[in-house]
């Protein structure tokens, strides 16, 4: 194998981890996001009485379903989720 092409493959290798990175990013956010509204969701449950509980587990379940479907796209690209 050539330098050049060595080079290739490096050049390569840290674009595909540099995007690994972002992603990281993009998903802890989206995790403490939905820590946030499990938290807000929750408060205005106990304010609201049974209603707002009706209303609470819905919203997280709707919420755990997508926090299900990205953990599942993660695990498809062989990325863990810390």
């Not at 609201?48 to 009706?54: A, E, L, R």
């Not at 209303?55 to 989720?81: A, D, P, W, Y």
């Amino acid at each position: 194998m050539t330098l050049t092409d060595q080079l290739s493959i490096v050049t390569k290798l840290n674009a595909v981890s540099a995007e690994t990175k972002r992603l990281e990013g993009i998903y802890q956010q989206k995790l403490n996001d939905l820590e946030e509204l499990k938290k807000s969701i929750l408060q205005q449950a106990n304010h609201d009485g049974n209603h707002g509980f009706t209303t609470t587990l819905f919203v997280m379940k709707r919420n755990c379903i997508e926090f299900n479907s990205i953990f599942s796209i993660t695990r498809q690209h062989g990325k863990k989720i810390r």
